[in-house]
């Protein structure tokens, strides 16, 4: 309680002012209380605990790595599945019947990959944009300085304010970047239910 609370590109997100648990007593989650009073929620799964900080992973972050992970496995059961069907290991029925239930399984997770691009994608439009800002005012407070408009202190004050927040911007914005070529690279480019 009361520890801060920082993202993992180093942005400070506020202090804990509430512990969820479960009827076990094992942690579910934290509430932060952030800037303005607002408060978020974060599972204990997004967190990263150690004697002196909590740090948080974004939701999107985690559920693409599980995506990934889960798509993978399902292709690789397919296949050993086809492979046990070819080298006659496996009754045709039983075969069909876990070919059916592989590939509804299959199906679900693309259609929550799928979901899950097009939020990341929105995330990254909205970092993207706000990187622009910054970086246009970033740029506009040089350009006053050099014609004079602005003194050398007052520079530093708005380079001060403005490159501290682009940094976790663009950590953050590379990050998803990665992470949407990752997932779409697992997604199947079509989908065709034999």
């Not at 979901?115 to 970092?127: D, Q």
């Not at 202190?153 to 970047?177: H, M, V």
């Amino acid at each position: 309680m009361g520890r801060s609370v920082s993202d993992i590109y180093g942005r400070l997100l506020g202090r804990v002012i509430g512990i969820e648990r479960n009827p076990f007593g094992e942690m579910e989650g934290v509430q932060v209380e952030a800037t303005g009073g607002i408060i978020l929620t974060a599972k204990a799964r997004q967190m990263a605990l150690t004697p002196k900080t909590i740090t948080i992973s974004p939701e999107w972050k985690l559920e693409s790595e599980d995506i990934i992970s889960e798509l993978t496995l399902l292709r690789k059961r397919v296949g050993a599945l086809e492979s046990l069907k070819d080298s006659r290991e496996i009754d045709g029925e039983i075969y069909s019947e876990l070919l059916e239930s592989q590939k509804a399984g299959y199906l679900d997770k693309v259609k929550l990959a799928s979901a899950l691009v097009g939020s990341m994608r929105s995330r990254l439009a909205e970092i993207t944009g706000q990187i622009t800002s910054l970086t246009r005012y970033l740029v506009n407070a040089k350009l006053d300085h050099k014609s004079g408009e602005l003194d050398e202190d007052s520079l530093k004050l708005a380079q001060g304010s403005i490159e501290p927040s682009l940094r976790p911007l663009i950590a953050e914005r590379n990050d998803l970047t990665l992470s949407i070529k990752v997932v779409e690279q697992v997604l199947p480019s079509k989908v065709s239910i034999n």
